[in-house]
């Protein structure tokens, strides 16, 4: 059997380092000592038991445990305690073996004696408990002399271990202002010693750093505020430092620190403020909507959502010209424009603004009011404008049938600037590339230029420019939308061509065709045409023609008995007329062929046989006619092949030789004061020029004309009428394919008697040469020295030309 004496503390045990073994006690040959109770109580268990023992009795429980204290920093081995064997004599015969967790590493028993020490420091924190075996065998023979035994070695507690923050260090927020005893947050320390094992693990918790800002709670950890209003915008960081003291806080105890880093959040307790109570802005009266002015700034100590800011127009004059919007990322008013600027109309404005939080705390609404206002003044500046046109859009109704030249709409601009700059007109031809429409450039009326049709082109969609004449780059522009109205212009005609049949059998009455028009006019009522034979044809005595009052009209046989020997085509003239105002008319031609049918009317045939080759007529025949009719062709092609190709003889005639021809003239324009130079009538009317063979008188030229825009103006009736004669030649001209280009403009304005500049011909000059001097040619400098040379004084002879 199993002996054994085990090691204890100094508190349950004999003596720190001592074992006790019992063996052999009374008549008990074997003890074991339970690890469930202290082995002083077994010991007066076993004493008290000595008398009363003298016979064997059977064990009822095994020992299981032995006690080491840890952190042992002696040099000899620690002894643990002892195995023995009741067979074990004391002469070596017993040999020990030990096995299990840490066996010969950690623990080392001696086989001879049981003796088992420790040989390595023990750390409870990382192992408290190891499992070992113990065999007793036979030295000898190796047989075992006990059955193997599992025993428990338990490493006891000290205080080794310092309060450890595993979550530190910390950080914590808690809103500013708040008040004392606010939770803030909780720290937790963990003691690795035994909690179950005196105080080594009974935690302490105080404050090293923060007082008077903040305070611990010693058993719990949780820090609170310990100061009233702290306010966020005088100081926002703090650093905490708190201690946990094992061995409940007392002298000797272990201890460890951690940090808490607390910041006051922002709570809305400051109001904006506006730094400046007055602002002063510009802006460009060209400036668009939408464009800013300037920004203001309400500055407000809070941050995040408590500074966030809403700026309104509480008050003045420019309320409706200009808005004003938050910038969400930087908090600032901005200042735009509502609507289009005159600095002609209006100078400067004035508005009251407002900044306010839309987030407010009614705890702190004593510390308002929570918004503020400010001034602002804003100068509209002057900018070179261009032309503004009144009205803004034009609208234009005009008849397809509109003469030339006629003005239909005056458009007007004018410089919106104080200096009201003159303005000239034009089109933008890239609007109008047919060039219908033409606009005069100084009044501004818009005319035709060429003729317009509604079947063409029923709308017109033009731009009119306005240019100012000191400065070209200003320019506005207008749409002017013209509709072309309908007249009746087009008379109604046949869609198609129409051919039909009569069967030789047809009886009076019969219908053989149904026929429709159509007109590319448009008239308000709709259309609707009339039929009726031709005039030449209102007796036919073939057929007749019902109109069906539904734009259509029936074509009906008046007579029976058609054979095709005797007409084989019948073509009826229909007469088509319109409802317009003036009505319109024309001619459809309806082609009818007789044919040959059945009794059920199907057509049979409809080439007369009188059409028909003659039986006798060969193939050789036809071919020969046809070999003839060939050649001739041949011939014809020949002939005018050669005229085409016949050329014109190499010598010109001295006649047709524009090169050597002189012109003479010996006449003498009469400059300025010629007014007779033409009859300025057939202008005016152009039948004049033509009417009558005599020679009409030739009468004074007006003076000459700078712009055909002066004869715009109504109130000169003979200038319109000269202006859209002008305009109707001039299309006439680019309509007019085979028309020379005479479209030179001769201007004489200085010469003739009674001329600044004199006399330019040379009709009434010097009868020599040498009665005119020529000798100012050679002040003129070197560009006219040739000339000087030519026609100065020399000192020699005249020479004979």
Not at 388 to 408: L, Q, R, S
Request: some cysteine; charged content about 20%; glycine content about 6%.
């Amino acid at each position: 059997m199993w002996t054994s004496g085990r090691m204890s503390n100094a508190k349950s045990w004999l003596g720190l380092g001592m074992s006790l073994y019992f063996w052999g006690l009374m008549d008990l040959t074997t003890t074991v000592l339970s690890g469930n109770s202290t082995p002083q109580g077994e010991l007066e268990t076993l004493l008290s038991d000595k008398p009363q023992s003298h016979q064997r009795t059977k064990r009822s429980w095994v020992w299981n445990q032995f006690f080491v204290l840890e952190e042992y920093t002696g040099t000899d081995p620690l002894y643990v305690g002892k195995l023995h064997s009741d067979m074990d004599r004391g002469d070596g015969s017993i040999k020990y073996i030990l096995s299990g967790e840490g066996a010969g590493i950690v623990f080392t028993i001696d086989d001879t004696t049981g003796d088992i020490h420790a040989i390595q420091r023990l750390d409870r924190e990382e192992r408290a408990q190891y499992t070992l075996r113990a065999q007793a065998l036979d030295r000898r023979t190796g047989r075992p002399m006990e059955p193997e035994s599992e025993f428990i070695i338990k490493i006891q507690d000290i205080n080794d271990n310092e309060p450890k923050f595993l979550d530190g260090p910390y950080v914590a927020t808690v809103p500013e202002m708040s008040p004392v005893g606010t939770s803030v947050i909780q720290v937790t320390a963990t003691d690795a010693d035994d909690p179950t094992y005196g105080n080594s693990a009974r935690v302490v918790y105080s404050i090293l750093q923060g007082q008077p800002y903040f305070s611990v709670d010693s058993k719990t950890g949780v820090i609170r505020t310990a100061l009233m209003n702290m306010d966020r915008e005088a100081k926002e960081y703090y650093e905490v430092i708190i201690q946990a003291k094992d061995m409940g806080g007392q002298l000797g105890g272990l201890a460890g620190t951690t940090t808490v880093n607390i910041t006051l959040s922002d709570v809305n307790d400051n109001p904006p403020r506006f730094p400046q109570k007055h602002y002063q802005m510009s802006v460009l009266e060209s400036a668009p909507i939408s464009s800013t002015v300037g920004r203001v700034f309400a500055k407000d100590l809070d941050e995040g959502i408590n500074a966030e800011m809403k700026y309104t127009i509480v008050d003045g004059d420019g309320a409706d010209a200009f808005d004003i919007n938050t910038d969400p990322n930087f908090q600032v008013g901005i200042i735009t424009v509502k609507k289009p600027l005159s600095f002609e109309s209006k100078k400067s404005y004035t508005l009251k603004v407002e900044g306010a939080n839309p987030h407010l705390e009614m705890r702190f609404l004593n510390l308002g009011p929570f918004q503020d206002t400010t001034t602002v003044h804003i100068s509209v500046e002057d900018v070179d404008e261009p032309p503004v046109f009144e009205p803004g859009f034009y609208f234009v109704e005009v008849p397809e049938d509109v003469a030339i030249g006629t003005t239909i709409q005056i458009i007007s601009a004018k410089d919106p600037d104080v200096t009201n700059n003159s303005i000239r007109y034009s089109i933008d031809r890239s609007s109008d590339p047919g060039r219908f429409f033409y606009v005069d450039i100084t009044t501004g009326a818009l005319m035709t230029a060429r003729p317009l049709d509604r079947e063409e082109f029923s709308w017109h969609n033009i731009t009119v420019l306005a240019m100012e004449m000191n400065n070209p780059s200003q320019v506005g522009s207008v749409s002017v939308t013209i509709k072309v109205l309908d007249v009746n212009d087009n008379a109604p005609e046949f869609p198609r061509f129409y051919e039909a049949f009569v069967c030789e059998n047809a009886k009076a009455g019969q219908l053989i065709q149904t026929v429709s028009a159509v007109d590319q006019d448009d008239p308000h009522n709709g259309q609707h045409f009339y039929y009726s034979l031709a005039p030449e044809a209102a007796n036919n005595p073939n057929f007749t023609v019902r109109d069906n009052q539904d734009n259509t009209a029936r074509i009906l046989t008046r007579r029976s008995g058609f054979r095709q020997q005797e007409q084989s085509v019948f073509y009826l003239p229909i007469l088509i007329a319109d409802s317009g105002q003036p009505v319109l008319s024309s001619t459809g031609t309806l082609t009818i062929q007789v044919c040959s049918c059945d009794d059920e009317g199907h057509v049979m045939s409809c080439s007369p046989e009188a059409y028909m080759l003659p039986v006798s007529l060969s193939r050789g025949a036809l071919i020969a006619i046809l070999a003839c009719i060939f050649v001739l062709l041949v011939l014809v092609l020949l002939i005018l092949s050669m005229r085409r190709h016949r050329k014109q003889p190499y010598i010109i005639d001295d006649e047709e030789n524009i090169h050597e021809n002189i012109v003479r003239y010996d006449d003498e324009g009469g400059g300025e004061e010629d007014t007779e130079a033409f009859d300025i009538a057939a202008m005016w009317n152009p039948r004049e020029a033509q009417a009558g063979a005599a020679p009409k008188m030739r009468q004074d030229m007006l003076p000459e004309i700078e712009s055909l825009s002066r004869y715009v103006p109504q109130t000169c009736a003979v200038n319109s009428t000269v202006h859209s004669y002008v305009l109707a030649k001039l299309y006439e001209a680019d309509m007019d394919l085979w028309a020379p280009p005479f479209d030179s403009l001769q201007t004489y304005m200085f010469e003739g008697d009674g001329s600044v500049a004199g006399s330019l011909s040379s009709l009434q000059s010097a009868t020599s040469d040498s009665e005119q001097s020529f000798d100012f040619l050679t002040d003129w400098g070197p560009r006219f020295r040739k000339l000087a040379e030519l026609y100065g004084a020399s000192e020699g002879p005249t020479p004979l030309w």
